[in-house]
């Protein structure tokens, strides 16, 4: 099936800094999302992208569509503890076809 | 707010034994799907239905089967739990339209078979 190959798979930085994460596909995606993941608990969309070169920003996130269609970035800017979990993306191809998620970002903040 | 509720958060059950996961959405969505998480894995899709008495086989659907009876409830039958089977259990649910990318997921079930 397709696969997402999503980047860093973790993480560490200190409390303040900017984080930047990507997720990229072999094939062409109609649709981005991503998610985040508290310790222990289900996913949580944060940001869903519907065209490319789409920029949408949630808060302290940000996150685009890439205008080859074929990758998406996310974006968290000015850390903070809380922002610790586990960032998923997720893209979807055409029709009504699954979600395909990538295997996750770790994310660790030092305060 | 879209709610997704599973019927546990932790569930222990022995070899062989048959387990259900009950999930219900509120939200009188269309699509619903229960994914198995590992550690290094991600997610990986099981079963999704896209309408009362239908469903699709995911990814890894080997030893288990699924039921929706109701739009607003989807079943995940482990017909002989073996200890492969231990993982965090996650059903989601979207509509059927232009949002229905947008999954929203319940809190998970940790399930451990001994």
């Known amino acids: 099936g397709q696969q997402l190959n999503q980047s860093p798979q973790s993480m560490f930085i200190q409390e303040g800094e900017d984080v930047s994460m990507n997720c990229t596909s072999s094939?062409?995606?109609?649709?981005w999302l991503w998610y985040k993941q508290d310790p222990g608990e289900g996913p949580v969309l944060l940001i869903a992208l519907y065209k490319a070169g789409e920029l949408t920003s949630n808060g302290r996130l940000t996150a685009q569509f890439g205008i080859t269609r074929k990758d998406s970035f996310l974006n968290i800017s000015a850390s903070i503890p809380s922002d610790v979990g586990i960032y998923f993306c997720?893209?979807?191809?055409?029709?009504?076809?699954?979600?395909?998620f990538g295997k996750g970002t770790r994310l660790s903040v030092i305060a | 707010d879209v709610k997704v509720t599973q019927s546990s958060r932790y569930l222990v059950k022995r070899t062989g034994e048959k387990v259900f996961l009950e999930c219900v959405q509120d939200m009188d969505h269309e699509n619903m799907f229960w994914y198995r998480q590992d550690p290094g894995l991600g997610l990986r899709l099981i079963y999704f239905s896209y309408d009362v008495k239908m469903k699709e086989k995911g990814d890894i659907p080997e030893g288990y089967s699924v039921s929706r009876e109701k739009k607003e409830r989807f079943s995940l039958i482990l017909e002989s739990a073996s200890t492969n089977q231990t993982s965090m259990y996650l059903c989601?649910?979207?509509?059927?339209?232009?949002?229905?990318?947008?999954?929203?997921f319940g809190p998970g079930t940790r399930l451990t078979v001994t």
């Open positions: 989601a649910s979207s509509r059927f339209d232009r949002a229905s990318y947008e999954q929203y």
């Open positions: 997720a893209g979807r191809s055409s029709g009504n076809t699954p979600l395909v």
């Open positions: 094939s062409i995606f109609n649709t």
